[in-house]
């Protein structure tokens, strides 16, 4: 399929797909446009991820970063971690 633009393609994300070849004994880098129609394996159309703007001179440490799965995420992973600390009977 070929593409002129990204914004000839509604709903659709365009990227390039690099993959590396050996021709005749030379590697080549074959570049190739990647489309992904933005549907899950159902068929339905993924939700749209909105963007927010950011004073990026503002401290790290101002922002909120705070997220149900994140905390959920570290706790498995110090769960995780201590496991492999215990010693085994």
Same mark, same amino acid.
């Not at 004994?25 to 549907?39: A, E, N, Q, R, T």
């Not at 706790?75 to 995780?80: E, L, R, S």
């Given at each position: 399929?070929? $593409? #002129?633009? =990204?914004? !000839?393609?509604?709903? =659709? !994300?365009?990227?390039?797909?690099?993959?590396? @070849?050996?021709?005749? @004994?030379?590697?080549? $880098?074959?570049? /190739?446009?990647? +489309?992904?129609? @933005? +549907?899950?394996?159902?068929?339905?159309?993924?939700?749209?991820? /909105?963007?927010? /703007?950011?004073?990026?001179?503002?401290?790290?440490?101002?922002?909120?970063?705070?997220?149900?799965?994140?905390?959920? @995420?570290?706790?498995?992973?110090?769960?995780?971690? #201590?496991?492999? $600390?215990?010693? /085994?009977?």
């Amino acid at each position: 399929m070929a $593409l #002129k633009d =990204e914004s !000839s393609i509604t709903g =659709e !994300s365009v990227h390039k797909a690099i993959r590396i @070849g050996l021709i005749g @004994g030379i590697f080549v $880098l074959l570049i /190739s446009p990647f +489309v992904h129609k @933005g +549907v899950d394996k159902a068929g339905n159309q993924l939700k749209q991820i /909105s963007n927010k /703007s950011l004073d990026l001179t503002r401290p790290w440490d101002s922002f909120d970063i705070y997220h149900d799965l994140t905390t959920k @995420g570290i706790q498995q992973f110090v769960a995780d971690h #201590k496991s492999t $600390l215990k010693q /085994s009977a």
